[in-house]
């Protein structure tokens, strides 16, 4: 592609025995990856329904189900392959900021500016009044900026306008752990993908990436590259790098092991900040929402912008790979999500 630059970044040893230290870029090492051929993404679905800013959405394991919030106050439970709506909740508050879908598909997490993070059960019996059985779990001190279950149905793990994160028990509503660290507002976490995961990543204004430890709750590694709020942070699949997406117009890599960023992925045409960022199954591509309306589809490996897509008619505020791989999510402030395959 002209005009293409990958900044080479403050760069990370793959050899820590050899005698001269050479430290590289990850497009550096992946010189003599094969590159990767045309490929054409598509919207195969358009799911409209929000009377307003869409703001947040998440996938259920079935791999089939979207549980979408908007500015409007109304959280869906859409059927991605019918485009059919299954549930509808309206919150008590506008700006419902984040949304999760629980790890059973039995239930949904939702909150913004009520500061709060409530959860539904999902039931198909169309008598029943779902707010009736909402259940009220984190109380923060200031807007909820996004949650995310654990492992389990029982935990929720939320972040906050207030500067922290926070482990909540979903039956009792109690507060299990909180993570102190942030300077300002955390806009964003995600959970480490294996099993015994008991890590996570936050993002936020004070332009930092923390790992933390969710049983001490301590912080325990800390990055500051970005020039800007980060808006998204997620686990590369093997969970031993993250990558981000900021406000500064661009998204970029950092390896957990060797503790420093190894990609920057930016054009000198980029010039709006990304709101969303996911990685492909297999972790080549990395999926990235920006605010000019686009999403850019990055090779992780060599640094290269392998794809636009454009479709949104306003910016992109959320974005996330099917469970399944075969297709990602988009949503929009033009009150639309949509499917590309």
Known sequence: LSGEYVHTPPTLSFDAGCSNHQLFAVHQVAERVEALGQFVMKTRRTLKGHGNKVLCMDWCKDKRRIVSSSQDGKVIVWDSFTTNKEHAVTMPCTW????????????????????????????????ENMAAKKKSVAMHTNYLSACSFTNSDMQILTASGDGTCALWDVESGQLLQSFHGHGADVLCLDLAPSETGNTFVSGGCDKKAMVWDMRSGQCIQSFETHDSDINSVRYYPSGDAFASGSDDATCRLYD??????????????????????????????LFAGYNDYTINVWDVLKGSRVSILFGHENRVSTLRVSPDGTAFCSGSWDHTLRIWA
């Open 96 to 127: 419902v900021m984040a949304c999760a879908y629980a790890p059973s598909g039995c239930a949904i997490a939702c909150g913004g500016l009520d500061n709060k993070c409530s959860v539904y059960p999902l039931t198909f019996d169309k008598n």
């Open 256 to 285: 957990l092991r060797a503790d420093r960023e190894v990609a920057i992925y930016s054009k000198e045409s980029i010039i709006f900040g990304a709101s969303s960022v996911d990685f492909s199954l297999s972790g080549r591509l």
